[in-house]
């Protein structure tokens, strides 16, 4: 569903990233690394349409970014689960109305997804925490409900990006398996990282590929894990 075609970017004249041919195999488990600064959050940006490249073509379901218009773009939108690395909710609504929100947002009738909300909140282990508030909640909680509210609306590809940042290691290690679940299911899951830990932990879950984004291109490192 996404694929990079000479794609590049720049902030204003500064080219960041040039050049990056790739296509996402659906159903794959891939891995984004490279320094602070190399550009993951921005190329992620490209791959979910929040960015349109500024050279060459990045193409959602085949067709350019750039020549989507704004509801062309929100409907391809909508097959993509984002957990941006701030995760921010709204604190005044409680975990289930912020897991809730996306089908609050696009009309969806909540009370006859209650029983999808539910499931999908045992599943993430925030059935306990279902009518916290925001601010009452750990890192690690935080982050399994951005991948809660991230896939309440049952997208094909999921995008993480430095998912387990400012997390413990029990609790990345939690929220890779989840990750690992929803790839078997086979959703498309593309997680930026710089943790190589992380990626060695992933092994013995799922047969992850890894990209390595260094001096503006992407390279694969190495085979497969
Ligand atoms: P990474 O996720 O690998 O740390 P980013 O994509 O966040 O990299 O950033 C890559 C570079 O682009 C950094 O130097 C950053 O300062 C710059 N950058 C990111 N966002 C903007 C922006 N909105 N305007 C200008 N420069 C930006």
């Known amino acids: 569903m996404i694929e990079l075609r000479g794609a590049g970017y720049s902030y204003g004249g500064t080219g960041l990233l040039a050049g990056l041919d790739m296509a996402f195999a659906a ?105 916290a508030l925001p601010p009452e909640l750990s890192g690690g909680e935080r982050q399994r409900a951005a991948l809660a509210r991230a896939i309440i609306m049952d997208p094909d590809v999921i995008i993480a990006d430095e998912p387990t940042g400012n997390i413990d290691w029990e609790m990345s290690q939690r929220l890779l398996s989840l990750l690992a679940e929803l790839n078997k299911l086979g959703k498309t899951v593309l997680v930026a990282t710089h943790d190589m830990a992380l990626i060695r932990a992933a092994k013995s879950l799922v047969s992850a590929r890894v990209l390595r984004l260094a001096g503006g291109t992407l390279q694969a490192a190495g085979a497969e894990l």
């Not at 794959?28 to 490209?46: I, R, V």
Request: charged content about 20%; glycine content about 12%; some cysteine.
């Open 27 to 131: 159903g794959s488990f891939y891995f984004l690394t490279g320094p602070s600064g190399a550009g993951k959050t921005t190329l992620l940006k490209l791959c979910y349409g929040e960015l349109k490249p500024t050279m060459g073509d990045v193409l959602l379901d085949g067709r350019p970014s750039a020549s989507l218009g704004r509801d062309q773009l929100a409907m391809l939108r909508r097959r993509v689960g984002v957990v941006h690395q701030d995760c921010q909710f709204l604190d005044h609504l409680s975990i289930r109305e912020n897991v809730a929100l996306p089908l609050t947002v696009s009309g969806q009738d909540v009370g006859a997804a209650a029983a999808n909300l539910d499931q999908l909140l045992g599943w993430v282990g925030l059935a306990p925490r279902a009518n």
